[in-house]
């Protein structure tokens, strides 16, 4: 389970390894945030991939606003990924691997 060691909870995060002058993991969560400002796209870091620090946030009033900053930071189109996994799996099928 991911814990933000601010406390705040974590909706949607990408994560991988860091390495060279980064810590041992590095990633981006969207978590929920306080009443100014209900969602936040941040930076996070991890030495044990468990308990993460979080830094360079973007504040966003709604959730559409912050899944967007989301997609931008992490470059990812969760749409385009399912089509693909799907497609793939047709093929798989189609071959029986």
């Not at 814990?3 to 969560?29: A, D, E, Y």
Request: one cysteine or more.
């Amino acid at each position: 389970m991911m814990i933000l060691k601010n406390g705040s909870r974590p909706l949607m995060w990408s994560q991988g390894l860091g390495g060279g002058s980064s810590r041992n993991f590095i990633g981006t969560v969207l978590a929920e945030w306080d009443k100014l400002h209900p969602f936040v796209v941040w930076r996070m870091a991890s030495d044990d991939g468990d308990k993460w620090d979080t830094y360079e946030g973007t504040y966003c009033e709604t959730l559409e606003e912050a899944t967007e900053v989301f997609r931008k930071k992490t470059g990812t189109d969760y749409q385009r990924q399912s089509e693909a996994l799907s497609t793939q799996m047709k093929i798989e099928r189609n071959l029986n691997v």
